[in-house]
Nanobody, 124 residues
Framework: QVQLVESGGGLVQAGGSLRLSCAAS????????MGWFRQAPGKEREFVAA????????SYADSVKGRFTISRDNAKNTVYLQMNSLKPEDTAVYYC?????????????????WGQGTQVTVSS
């Protein structure tokens, strides 16, 4: 069992930056692929980024490539999402998720555990 708690969301102007954190419980954090997803009102949950267990491989949605960076610190049981050059269309609730598989997973149904989400609002 893994419990995930996101933090770092908030209100920011377009062009600004935010850093999201996701703290995980348990001693097996390093064995999980970690992902970030987001869901805007009236829209389906969509993939943002993922990072495999050791951090050696990452994947990003086309809409955030070059602006967002996912990273992890296995010693701190934490995964991060650095978001730069934010746009109003990035406004959503952001969720982190843990997947027991060893590959990069972009499908929400591929993840085993989810956090409660943190709101990111980008004003124009």
């Amino acid at each position: 069992q893994v419990q995930l708690v996101e933090s770092g969301g908030g209100l920011v102007q377009a062009g600004g930056s935010l850093r999201l954190s996701c703290a995980a419980s348990g001693r097996t954090f390093g064995s999980y692929t970690m992902g970030w997803f987001r869901q805007a009102p009236g829209k389906e949950r969509e993939f943002v980024a993922a990072i495999i267990r050791g951090g050696g491989r990452t994947s990003y949605a086309d809409s955030v490539k070059g602006r967002f960076t996912i990273s992890r610190d296995n010693a701190k049981n934490t995964v991060y999402l650095q978001m730069n050059s934010l746009k109003p269309e990035d406004t959503a609730v952001y969720y982190c998720a843990a997947d027991s598989g060893s590959w990069v997973e972009a499908r929400p149904e591929g993840y085993d555990y989810w956090g409660q989400g943190t709101q990111v609002t980008v004003s124009s």
